[in-house]
C-alpha cells in the first residue's frame, strides 16, 4: 500500500547546481537538504519545505522538463506570483482548474514547475 509522496526528482544539467540553489533555495525559500555522501558524489541537490521534497539530480543529456511537473501547494498565491516575478522568473496564470489558482513556471534550467493554491483558502494564523 502507497502511504505518501516522498519526493519528486527533476532533473538538470551538469554544473546547474549554483543556478538551481539561487533558485530553490533564494526564490522560493526552500531548504537545501543535505545528501548522503554516497549520493552526493553524483552531483544535484535536494530541497525541502515542510512535508514536500523535491531532489534535483543531474543527468549528463539533459533535457527540460516541459509538461510533466511537481505541483506545489502555496498559501498566499498572488504574493508568491509576484515574489518570482520580482526576481525575473516568468509567471503564467492558467485558469482552468476548476476551485483553483494556479500558475506555471519554470526553474532556470528550464524545468516546469505548477504553483497552485485551492479559491477560499485561508491560512491558520
Known amino acids: 500500500m502507497i502511504a505518501a509522496l516522498d519526493h519528486v526528482q527533476l532533473a538538470a544539467p551538469p554544473g546547474s547546481e549554483p543556478a538551481l540553489r539561487a533558485y530553490y533555495g533564494e ?45 506545489l501547494r502555496v498559501v498566499g498565491i498572488g504574493a508568491f506570483a509576484a515574489r518570482l516575478a520580482g526576481q525575473g522568473a516568468e509567471v503564467v496564470w492558467d485558469e482552468r482548474l476548476p476551485g483553483h489558482r494556479r500558475f506555471y513556471s519554470a526553474d532556470p534550467v528550464g524545468n516546469r514547475l505548477e504553483f497552485l493554491e485551492p479559491i477560499g483558502h485561508h491560512p491558520i494564523g
Open 27 to 71: 526564490v522560493l525559500g526552500m531548504t537545501e537538504l543535505p545528501k548522503p555522501p554516497a549520493l552526493a558524489a553524483g552531483g544535484g541537490l535536494w530541497f525541502g519545505c515542510g512535508p514536500v521534497q523535491l531532489h534535483l539530480g543531474i543527468e549528463p543529456d539533459f533535457r527540460p522538463s516541459r509538461k510533466a511537473h511537481p505541483g
